[in-house]
């Protein structure tokens, strides 16, 4: 069965250090792995995706984040934080082959303090 | 703006009772994802349709049913409504199945049931 974790439901960190919120998970195969952001009353928005190559990947907003396949991990990261990145943050991985639904963690709540 | 629109905003229901939710997708997406988002169950796929044809089921209620119109707007079908049926209800579309295509999120629909 696929799974998804976040294992922080809280990440505080203060504006201008570096974040990262972090992702593993359980899929057969090689899946394909997104990030979503998740403001108040608002829908998900995408913010980056690997699908092969370089295990570094760059995304909206100036974040980033890192494949790992021995960890099997997705960790998302930005250098410099902003109060306005606070958000949910959720990671989600879709197998390769079978149905193209996504599998969501179960979110990070990301609080940046001036 | 995803260019994905969700039509009711907020839906305030009682139990027992039936309830549709309108998703129209971004112009030129042909798959149609319906997710249910609860505090219990975090983000959790209901549905896939793709150019009319129903592709993937994932844990949507036997009181539940969808169906993609010729013009490839989606239509999700809420009935016998219970109390744990309150939730934010997501749309997402894409362009084509496969491959490692993002999903674009509506805004959701918030339904209420009293």
């Known amino acids: 069965a696929q799974s998804v974790a976040q294992p922080e439901d809280q990440v505080n960190v203060a504006e201008g250090n570096p974040l990262t919120v972090k992702c593993t998970y359980s899929?057969?195969?090689?899946?394909?792995l997104f990030w979503y952001v998740q403001y108040p009353n608002r829908g998900l928005q995408f913010l980056l995706k690997y699908i092969t190559g370089d295990n570094l990947v760059k995304g909206s907003y100036g974040f980033e984040a890192e494949f790992n396949k021995s960890q099997t991990s997705f960790h998302l990261k930005k250098p410099s934080a902003l109060v306005s990145d606070s958000a949910l943050y959720f990671c989600?991985?879709?197998?390769?082959?079978?149905?193209?639904?996504?599998?969501f963690g179960t979110g990070t709540r990301l609080t940046v303090i001036p | 703006d995803s260019g994905v629109t969700q039509t009711p905003k907020h839906l305030i229901t009682a139990t027992g009772q039936r309830v549709t939710l309108r998703c129209s997708p971004r112009?030129?997406?042909?798959?149609v994802y319906w997710y249910q988002q609860s505090l219990d169950q975090g983000l959790q796929f209901l549905i896939h349709?793709?150019?009319?044809?129903?592709?993937a089921k994932g844990n949507i209620l036997e009181r539940f049913s969808a169906q993609q119109f010729p013009d490839l707007h989606s239509e999700l079908n809420l009935s016998s409504l219970e109390l744990g049926d309150s939730a934010l209800y997501f749309c997402?579309?894409?362009?084509?199945?496969?491959?490692?295509?993002?999903?674009?999120f509506g805004p959701g629909t918030r339904l209420t049931v009293l």
């Open positions: 997402a579309s894409s362009v084509v199945e496969g491959a490692g295509n993002e999903q674009f």
């Open positions: 112009s030129g997406d042909l798959s």
């Open positions: 899929v057969s195969g090689n899946p394909y």
């Open positions: 989600a991985v879709r197998p390769r082959t079978g149905a193209n639904n996504l599998f």
């Open positions: 349709y793709y150019n009319g044809e129903e592709r």
